[in-house]
């Protein structure tokens, strides 16, 4: 799925202001207080709950409800941007999600932004 099909699936997703982002790949140094355990390779492969501006829930990859409204990442890594300074329960919704070709989807509080232009080379 490409980064653009996915913004759009997320952007639909956002109306409702609770979704999950399912199988998304967490390393080590981004999980906080909270979340499962990473694995022996430190990453943890997660169901992250979305509620309004905050992630609510970080549960191991497929104990999210099967039917709940979400966007499967196949695994596309998860990090915190701006004020958020983990990927946990309680933090906001501010994400950055990298897809295996490159793009980047921004989230910002729960809500999908353009990402910062890269700098100027002046």
Known sequence: MSASTSACLLARLLASGKFWLKRARIDSPYLGEGTPPPGAD?????????????????????????????????????????GCTAVAPGQPADLAVIFPDGERLEMEKGRVVQPDPPPSRA
């Open 42 to 82: 430190g990453v943890l492969v997660a169901d992250v709950r979305i509620e309004g501006d905050r992630i609510r829930a970080v549960l191991p990859a497929g104990e999210a409800p099967c039917c709940a409204p979400g966007l499967c990442l196949d695994g596309a890594p998860v990090r915190p941007r701006g």
